[in-house]
C-alpha cells in the first residue's frame, strides 16, 4: 500500500499568508509531483521532481514553488495567497524503474484563501 | 501537443449493470495505461493498468481493453455496486516521464 502523506488536510487562511503544504513519502520514490484539483475535476500539474535538488514546472502556471532537499520530503509554497489560490493540491510519486510506473497518491489539502 | 480524450464525463449506472469508460489518446509513443478511482475527500488510487504489448487485462470485475492501431483504451465494470461511485480518471504515459490524464469520468451506480 503506498505511503504519501499530506498535511494539512485542510487550510483557511486570509490573504497574503505564507503558507507552506506539506508532502512526504516513505517508498523511496525518485519521482514526485504536484497537482492541483478542484474536487473531482481535471489533474493539472503545476511541479514535479525527478530527484534530489531536482524541480521543474508543469503544464499549468502557478505562483507557487517547491523545493527537493531531501527524497521524501517535496513541500509546495505560496509566498502570498490569494483567493484565486483557493484549490484543492494533490501530491503524488513514483518509482523510477525500467518502464513507466503508476503514481501514488496523497489524500490532498483543500486550501481556501479568504 | 499531446491530449487523452475521456468519455462520457457524468456515467449513471442501475446497480448490476455494466459500466464502461472509453479513452482515446494522441501520442502513438504512449506505452502505459492506468486508470485512477478518486472517492470523494482521497486521492486518485491505481486500480487496474495495462501496457502496450498487452491487448486486455482483467481484475475480478474491472478490465481494460487496449486497441493500440485506433489508439484507444477502455474501462469495463461488470455487475457494478453503489461503492463503485466515484470519478474515474485515464492516463496515458509515454516512457519517461509525462503522464496525460483524462478529464475525468463521475460514476453514479444507482442502488
Known amino acids: 500500500e503506498a505511503d504519501i502523506y499530506q498535511t494539512p488536510r485542510y487550510l483557511v487562511i486570509g490573504t497574503g499568508k505564507k503558507i507552506t503544504l506539506e508532502c512526504s513519502q516513505t517508498m523511496g520514490h525518485d519521482k514526485m509531483y504536484w497537482y492541483q484539483q478542484d474536487p473531482g475535476m481535471e489533474l493539472h500539474l503545476i511541479h514535479y521532481s525527478y530527484g534530489v535538488n531536482s524541480t521543474e514546472k508543469g503544464d499549468l502556471s502557478s505562483e507557487s514553488t517547491v523545493s527537493r532537499i531531501r527524497t521524501e520530503h517535496f513541500p509546495l509554497t505560496l509566498e502570498s495567497a490569494r483567493p484565486s489560490h483557493t484549490s484543492q493540491y494533490l501530491c503524488?510519486?513514483?518509482?523510477?524503474?525500467?518502464?513507466?510506473?503508476?503514481?501514488?497518491f496523497g489524500d490532498g489539502t483543500r486550501l481556501s484563501i479568504l | 501537443g499531446e491530449n487523452v480524450e475521456q468519455h462520457p464525463s457524468t456515467l449513471s449506472v442501475q446497480e448490476g449493470d455494466s459500466a464502461v469508460i472509453k479513452c482515446t489518446y494522441s501520442d502513438s509513443a504512449s506505452n502505459y495505461f492506468p486508470w485512477y478511482k478518486q472517492e470523494l475527500g482521497k486521492g486518485p488510487q491505481l486500480i487496474i493498468d495495462i501496457r502496450s504489448n498487452v491487448g486486455e487485462k482483467k481484475d475480478q470485475r474491472i478490465a481494460v481493453t487496449l486497441n493500440k492501431t485506433a489508439k484507444h483504451f477502455s474501462l469495463h465494470i461488470t455487475e457494478t455496486q453503489p461503492e463503485d461511485s466515484a470519478v474515474y480518471f485515464c492516463?496515458?504515459?509515454?516512457?519517461?516521464?509525462?503522464?496525460?490524464f483524462g478529464a475525468g469520468t463521475r460514476l453514479f451506480v444507482k442502488a
Open positions: 492516463a496515458a504515459l509515454t516512457g519517461g516521464f509525462k503522464t496525460i
Open positions: 503524488a510519486s513514483s518509482e523510477s524503474s525500467t518502464g513507466d510506473q503508476p503514481q501514488h
